[in-house]
């Protein structure tokens, strides 16, 4: 198992298409076919896998915003 690296930095692939509907988010990867559905709190941390946001600020902002 891999230790927890807060100032890692992660991006969402391109090949990896998403929509919002209903408070979730429906992702498809183009190349594999696979699709799945994400909870509120697994939309937004997709969404702040922006390459820019450290893994360590997205579990702050998820802990802030679900008041967990």
Known sequence: MKKWQPELV???GDHVVWKIID???ILLNL???????????GLKIW???DGQTSLGKV???ISEAFRV
């Open 47 to 49: 969404q702040e896998l």
């Open 59 to 61: 579990a702050r902002s």
């Open 23 to 25: 408070e979730k988010a």
């Open 31 to 41: 190349e594999s076919g696979a699709y799945f559905e994400v909870n509120p709190v």
């Open 10 to 12: 992660m991006q969402r």
